[in-house]
């Protein structure tokens, strides 16, 4: 059976690299993932971004999925924020909402919701939080009639909390950041959080997809079975590194496909 892997970035974050704009950016790594988390408002993004991108990724097949996120556009949604619970799912609700909006507006669906920055680690290891998140999907599941599933990180509280309530979990690992032994992201305030070495990025993946480990910051080695790989787009490079790394599974036999099938619309 072929070995089969799926690389998602975030789009619609208005970040330029390079000689690109932001929307080039975008459109240029949706011709490479296969998988797009769209910026739906909370930290960065608004409808004409969101529309732009939902049409592009049905043209493209890519799925297309909601990457809320806090209400904190100044802080990129990198801080953890205070929030009572209900008041988080609101807020996270609306983000849901607005995307799906776009998405159908031009044909096609929302199949999956990854929480962003601050709110995918706090959702990790927080049960209110990850509640706040699941509580999220099941209110659009009573407005569309299914569950949409989560992206998140392996053995978290909030891949927990989604088999509590009968939401689909998926497991992601991410190509260009270090893990600690417990499994979960390096915080960036630390030195070599980020990994910038393309030849070590490379590694991480292919360890991950073909071995189902990775080595952890201080050298340990840990289980790391997933089915998404996330390359971040507002890193240097993030295009080349995206490309390289498509190239790099191809060769080694690996088959891109979304985690998410996506349908005919």
Same mark, same amino acid.
């Given at each position: 059976?072929?070995?089969?892997?799926?690389?998602?970035?975030?789009?619609? /974050?208005?970040?330029? #690299?390079?000689?690109?704009?932001?929307? /080039?950016?975008?459109?240029?790594?949706?011709?490479?993932?296969?998988?797009?988390? =769209?910026?739906?408002?909370?930290?960065?993004?608004?409808?004409?971004?969101?529309?732009?991108?939902?049409?592009?990724?049905?043209?493209?097949?890519?799925?297309?999925g909601?990457?809320?996120?806090?209400?904190?556009?100044?802080?990129?949604?990198?801080?953890?924020?205070?929030i009572?619970?209900?008041?988080?799912?609101? *807020?996270l609700?609306? *983000?849901?909402?607005?995307?799906?909006?776009?998405?159908?507006? =031009?044909?096609?669906?929302?199949?999956?919701?990854?929480?962003?920055?601050?709110?995918?680690? #706090?959702?990790?290891?927080?049960?209110?939080?990850?509640?706040?998140?699941?509580?999220?999907?099941?209110?659009? &599941?009573?407005?569309?009639?299914?569950?949409?599933?989560?992206?998140?990180?392996?053995?978290?509280?909030?891949?927990?909390?989604?088999? *509590?309530?009968?939401?689909? &979990?998926y497991?992601?690992?991410?190509?260009?950041? &270090?893990?600690?032994?417990?499994g979960?992201?390096?915080?960036?305030?630390?030195?070599?959080?980020?990994?910038?070495?393309?030849?070590?990025?490379q590694?991480?993946?292919?360890?991950?997809?073909?071995?189902?480990?990775?080595?952890?910051?201080?050298?340990?080695?840990?289980?790391?079975?997933?089915?998404?790989?996330?390359?971040?787009?507002?890193?240097?490079?993030?295009? &080349?590194?995206?490309? *390289?790394?498509?190239?790099?599974?191809?060769?080694?036999?690996?088959?891109?496909?979304?985690?998410?099938?996506?349908?005919?619309?």
């Amino acid at each position: 059976m072929m070995t089969t892997i799926d690389l998602n970035s975030d789009l619609g /974050e208005g970040v330029a #690299t390079g000689e690109l704009s932001a929307e /080039e950016l975008d459109d240029a790594l949706l011709a490479v993932i296969t998988s797009a988390n =769209v910026a739906c408002g909370g930290h960065a993004g608004d409808l004409r971004s969101m529309t732009r991108i939902c049409a592009r990724a049905r043209d493209l097949r890519v799925s297309i999925g909601a990457q809320v996120s806090y209400v904190d556009r100044a802080g990129f949604g990198r801080r953890r924020l205070d929030i009572a619970p209900d008041l988080l799912t609101e *807020q996270l609700h609306e *983000q849901l909402v607005a995307l799906s909006s776009c998405a159908r507006a =031009v044909g096609t669906e929302l199949r999956y919701v990854k929480p962003h920055g601050a709110l995918y680690n #706090t959702a990790a290891d927080e049960d209110d939080v990850a509640l706040a998140v699941i509580r999220t999907i099941l209110r659009d &599941a009573d407005e569309r009639g299914h569950a949409i599933p989560v992206l998140t990180l392996p053995n978290s509280v909030l891949a927990q909390m989604a088999q *509590q309530n009968g939401v689909a &979990a998926y497991a992601e690992g991410f190509a260009d950041r &270090a893990y600690t032994e417990t499994g979960r992201l390096v915080p960036r305030s630390e030195e070599g959080a980020v990994i910038d070495d393309p030849s070590q990025v490379q590694a991480q993946v292919l360890s991950m997809v073909l071995t189902k480990k990775l080595t952890t910051m201080n050298g340990s080695s840990i289980d790391m079975e997933c089915a998404s790989i996330c390359v971040h787009s507002d890193t240097d490079g993030a295009l &080349a590194l995206a490309r *390289q790394l498509r190239t790099a599974l191809e060769d080694s036999g690996i088959a891109l496909r979304p985690f998410i099938d996506v349908s005919n619309k």
